[in-house]
T-cell receptor, first 112, second 113 residues
């Protein structure tokens, strides 16, 4: 079993839709949860990070963490064609450096 | 701020040759990480370095792969005697070590022919 599971998609939605992206994990030591966006042929770009359980909002993006269920989500409101990318969840047990464990990534396509 | 700089962007090597991938971290960042991304797979951790020290190399293959981050100059990921299975995108990232998450470079795409 992988430490972090993420549905690879692809996921296709119309412009303006609400998008829900999810990851599950097995390691209860994870405390820091991140979402990265990766455009084709580019490096991943950090979108948001959350510590422990709870919600965090940044513009059209909302990250949720439910540690009791070992489940994290990223919601994108009013999706735009420019949101078309691969979204990767990542997790870490500490905040002093150290490796991140990534999900496989979900490929999202927002159609105009 | 130029961000994390990786070079070359594309590298073609014949089987058995050596590949050297370079990474200059963001200004002020002393932590460097190398990840490998294979088609249809996520990013896999390889190694975590600070200046002149390897902190965690648990993701590095035992043979042919090595990494360094010298006191002066960029971090280097070195792959000796490359094989076709080494073909992948190699990403470097850096951080200050004070907040979670890193900044990634644009990657080096290695093709072994």
């Amino acid at each position: 079993q992988k430490e972090v599971e993420q549905d690879p998609g692809p996921l296709s939605v119309p412009e303006g839709a609400i998008v829900s992206l999810n990851c599950t994990y097995s390691n209860s030591a994870f405390q820091y949860f991140m979402w990265y966006r990766q455009y084709s042929r580019k490096g991943p770009e950090l979108l948001m990070y959350t510590y422990s359980s709870g919600n965090k909002e940044d513009g059209r993006f909302t990250a949720q963490v439910d540690k009791s269920s070992k489940y994290i989500s990223l919601f994108i409101r009013d999706s735009q064609p420019s949101d078309s990318a691969t979204y990767l969840c990542a997790m870490s047990a500490d905040n002093q450096g150290g490796k991140l464990i990534f999900g496989q990534g979900t490929e999202l396509s927002v159609k105009p | 701020n130029a961000g994390v700089m990786q070079n070359p962007r594309h590298l073609v090597r014949r089987r058995g040759q050596e590949a050297r991938l370079r990474c200059s971290p963001m200004k002020g960042h002393s932590h460097v990480y190398w990840y490998r991304q294979l088609p249809e797979e996520g990013l896999k951790f390889m190694v975590y370095l600070q200046k002149e020290n390897i902190i965690d190399e648990s993701g590095m293959p035992k043979e042919r792969f090595s990494a360094e981050f010298p006191k002066e100059g960029p971090s280097i990921l070195r792959i000796q005697q490359v094989v076709r299975g080494d073909s992948a995108a190699y990403f470097c990232a850096s951080s200050s070590g004070t907040v979670p998450g890193y900044t990634f470079g644009s990657g080096t795409r290695l093709t072994v022919v």
